[in-house]
């Protein structure tokens, strides 16, 4: 098909170098002068070959944006692609995981989710340019520094370039040794339930009060019956809290409770229900916050379509590509809530996302890097 496969096995050295100084600079969501650090070398290893801007992220680390300097003279369109710098790891986790290249593998802190993605996107676009292939479309990659806290400072940025792209290409980790992409994530949020009841002692005043513990346990049964009400709805009371002292009838009591939907219908219909509850003591207060912060990214036509686009260009890089649906949200979510084909899971094949055995395969290097520079060319 074309020479990527070849040109990228020959450079693995340097890539795999690449990656290690990516993984050795530390970037935990929270800590924005470490996610900064890790923009600004990102933002040094692509002088030359993009136009890069580092951009506000309110008490988060700076994102970046970068427009490629690639082959072609006409660019009709846009592509986004998108990833995100920071990680689930807090400052120091190197000590207790460090760096390791072995057995073919690659380990460290964010190796998978999602540090080499970017490095085989870099990659795929060096390899464009050395080897003169034209693409006919501008590439605008973001990189966020709040994505594994839920991207709310990023957010406005990614719908902007979405809503100006034709298409959205995620370099989130693949799912399985095969490498399957992602054509649809499950969408969800959080929800409170605060329960108000009426406090008294337990012993002197009992009948006066109302439990709001009690209630909440009623409330919680009925709550978690709620998933499966819809394919792939799941509803989960992760954490529950309430009352005082043994001695006291609990007059407050409340749950943090996890909801995820694959359709976002069924979201909405979930939220309905749950703000329909009635307490079953009639003095105790139902309260409901929070809902769905991320809308689920649903397997449109869009996303069909480019799917079936790469796995027609990966036929010749001994992989036969599969889809799956994740159960997490990423980027993608916002990308495709807006109507932008989106397709996900191009990053790199590996194992343990936000684990501490968490690595990637070198022997997928270099046919995800075809992939990824076949992708821009060809959509
Ligand atoms: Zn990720």
Redesign the pocket.
């Known amino acids: 098909m074309d020479e990527l496969p070849g040109w990228a096995r020959g450079r693995q050295k340097s890539f795999i170098a690449f990656v290690r100084s990516l993984v050795e600079c530390e970037s935990p969501s929270d800590d924005a002068a470490s996610t900064t650090r890790f923009a600004s070398l990102v933002a040094d290893s692509l002088a030359g070959a993009a136009k890069v801007r580092l951009v506000p992220g309110g008490k988060f680390g700076k994102h970046l944006r970068a427009e490629f300097t690639l082959p072609g003279v006409r660019k009709d369109g846009q592509i986004l692609v998108l990833g995100?710098g920071d990680t689930v790891w807090p400052t120091g986790t190197l000590k207790t995981m460090p760096w390791r290249h072995r057995d073919g593998r690659l380990w460290g802190p964010g190796v998978f989710?999602?540090k080499t993605?970017l490095a085989l996107f870099f990659e795929a676009m060096r390899g464009l340019v050395e080897l003169g292939i034209p693409v006919g479309r501008k590439v605008v990659f973001q990189m966020n520094s709040d994505?594994?806290v839920g991207s709310p400072s990023s957010r406005p940025y990614t719908e902007k370039e979405a809503r100006a792209s034709v298409a959205a290409l995620l370099l989130?980790?693949a799912a399985g040794a095969d490498g399957k992409l992602k054509t649809a994530r499950k969408g969800g949020g959080t929800v409170y339930l605060r329960v108000k009841g009426v406090a008294s002692h337990a012993g002197l005043d009992f009948d006066a009060g109302a439990s709001a513990i009690v209630e909440l346990a009623r409330q919680v049964e009925k709550i978690a019956g709620f998933t499966g009400f819809a394919g792939g709805v799941t509803v989960n009371p992760g954490v529950i809290g309430g009352g005082t002292r043994p001695n006291v009838v609990a007059g407050e009591a409340w749950a943090a409770i996890d909801v995820r939907c694959v359709r976002a219908g069924d979201g909405e219909r979930l939220l309905r229900r749950l703000r329909a509850l009635k307490p079953v003591d009639s003095r105790c207060r139902l309260q409901f916050e929070g809902g769905i912060n991320r809308p689920p990214m649903e397997r449109t036509a869009g996303t069909v379509r480019l799917f079936r686009l790469a796995r027609t260009l990966s036929k010749d890089l001994g992989v036969d590509l599969g889809e799956t649906m994740a159960g997490g949200g990423?980027d993608g979510n916002f990308t495709s809530a807006l109507g932008t084909p989106t397709l996900d899971g191009l990053?790199a094949v590996g194992d343990g996302?936000h684990a501490i055995h968490e690595n990637v395969a070198v022997d997928c290097f270099a046919g995800r890097i075809a992939l990824l520079a076949r992708l821009v060319t060809r959509i």
Do not use: L, R, T, V
């Open positions: 995100h989710d999602m993605g994505e594994e989130e980790p990423s990053g996302a």
